[in-house]
């Protein structure tokens, strides 16, 4: 049975919980504030889930938090918090909380949020004993990610992929939100179920409604059958809302109750039919801005950002420009056929720029100079006009700069982020062929592979 860790410096409190939680079969240690729970962390006692006020002195909820992070990865932490003082209880979700629940509580959300903690908490251990067991290459395909904002999404991915929680992810347009939420569904236990994709912009309230839960033959003019939705589609799988912030009040309220029920009722119909699906959600309107404006629903929002993962605009992570581009060439080259090489001043101009579409952008502007490249080459004359005339800003493929960056980057990831760039670029010539191009480098296929985990596919 699970073992849970009760934190709270009010005496009532610790003991109606204590009661309901025993009730309920599971373990109990109660503390009596924070200095307590200290001391029972510090101990080689173990436990799966930890409960915690948040307001205790000296020792806070937030502290002992922070204790459980560092030194107990497999606990599971749910904070409790007064009406009022959400803003904590947000900063305890970003130093990796579980969820929170703010007092006074209703009995059934505390356990089923007791029961998807520990829900959670399994599949992580799980995730990490079959990452254990499969050995160390557990790589991300397709994810270009050589910025260290870009590996901490993939982390999240592969963190959150075998857990069935809401994902929400936010990322300005063209950033690569489609491709994370894939990733998430690829890597999880329903990858063989429908990854089905919902544009909440793309349709007006009444069809949006209808395409997601489904309607029955005569709920409205035109409905001459039954028609499934979307959710039953993805059912066993997942579900991506994509551009979430769009959807109507109404609506929201609808899928709230979706979430919690696990249960649609088609438009029209009378009867709830049960679903198993997953959801994620993307936004390039920050949700919180929405929330104040009153166009979006705080309780909904917090259901679907359980886990939040942001995806900076590549402007913020240079680093991923020229792999993505060689990723790109590599994509839009014919199997039989050696990708283009980019001109070192091509090179300089597409870390310059700005990108404000993002690797869309980016992906665009390649497959413009492909179609206007001579003699398999990028040169600066074949970029789209707007980009070809962007100043070229002092930059990592720019030598004059080569000892600045390195010394603000570190001389080791300097180098390794030109070994790999020159890893990148024999590969591209070498059409994706890695023997051919271990040759090259007269290196071992090992060693490449070592090199460049990405390659071995
Ligand atoms: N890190 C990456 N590695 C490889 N390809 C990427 C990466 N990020 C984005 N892409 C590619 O860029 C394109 C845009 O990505 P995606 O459609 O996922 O972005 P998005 O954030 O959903 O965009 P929008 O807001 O416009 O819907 C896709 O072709 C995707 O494969
Ligand atoms: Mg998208």
Not at 73 to 90: F, K, R
Not at 171 to 186: C, M, N, P, Q, R
Not at 235 to 243: H, Q, S, V, Y
Not at 348 to 371: C, D, F, Q
Request: net charge neutral; charged share 25%; glycine share 6%.
């Amino acid at each position: 049975m699970a073992k849970i860790l009760l934190v709270d410096d009010e005496p009532s409190i610790l003991s109606v919980l204590s009661t309901l939680l025993k009730a309920e079969g599971y373990i109990v240690t109660a503390a009596l504030g924070g200095e307590k729970a200290r001391d029972i962390l510090a101990s080689n006692e173990e436990f799966d889930l930890m409960i915690s006020d948040i307001r205790m002195n000296p020792i806070n909820g937030m502290d002992l938090l922070k204790i459980v992070h560092s030194t107990r990865p497999n606990m599971a932490v749910i904070m409790l918090t007064a009406y009022g003082s959400v803003e904590t209880a947000i900063e305890s979700l970003k130093l990796g909380a579980f969820d929170y629940i703010t007092k006074p509580f209703k009995v059934d959300e505390l356990l089923v949020t007791v029961q998807r903690a520990l829900e959670y908490n399994r599949a992580m251990t799980e995730n990490a004993d079959l990452k254990a067991q499969l050995g160390t290459r557990y790589q991300l395909e397709n994810i270009i990610a050589e910025s260290p904002a870009m590996k901490q999404v993939c982390e999240m991915v592969k963190r959150v992929a075998p857990t069935d929680t809401t994902v929400l992810i936010y990322g300005e347009s063209g950033t690569g939100k489609e491709l994370v939420a894939k990733a998430i569904h690829a890597y999880s236990r329903r990858k063989d179920k429908n990854f089905v994709a919902v544009n909440c912009a793309a349709l007006p309230e009444p069809l949006l409604e209808s395409e997601m839960f489904g309607h029955v033959k005569g709920a409205f003019t035109g409905a001459t059958a039954n028609k499934e939705g979307l959710f039953q589609t993805a059912n066993g799988g997942t579900i991506f809302l994509d551009e979430i912030g769009a959807m109507t009040l109404p609506i929201q309220g609808k899928l709230l109750r979706v979430l919690q029920e696990k249960e649609i009722r088609p438009v029209g119909g009378n009867e709830n039919i049960g679903v198993d699906v997953r959801v994620l959600a993307a936004t390039n309107t920050p949700l919180d801005q929405l929330i104040a404006e009153g166009k979006f629903r705080q309780d909904l929002y917090f259901r679907l950002s359980v886990i939040p993962i942001e995806i900076k605009p590549l402007r913020e992570r240079p680093e991923d420009i020229l792999p993505l581009a060689y990723h790109i060439l590599r994509k839009e080259t014919p199997t039989n056929q050696t990708p283009p090489a980019l001109d070192p001043e091509v090179s300089a101009i597409l870390e310059s720029y700005s990108w404000p579409g993002n690797v869309r952008e980016l992906e665009n502007a390649i497959k413009h100079a492909m179609t206007f490249a001579k003699e398999n080459k990028i040169t600066k004359d074949v970029l789209p006009s707007k980009i070809a005339a962007t100043p070229v800003k002092q930059t990592l493929s720019s030598h004059s700069d080569s000892v600045s960056a390195a010394k603000a980057r570190s001389l080791k990831a300097f180098i390794r982020a030109k070994e790999k760039e020159y890893l990148q670029q024999v590969l591209a010539k070498t059409g994706g062929d890695k023997e051919k191009a271990a040759k090259a480098l007269k290196i071992s296929l090992a060693t490449l592979y070592r090199k460049m985990p990405e390659a071995q596919e």
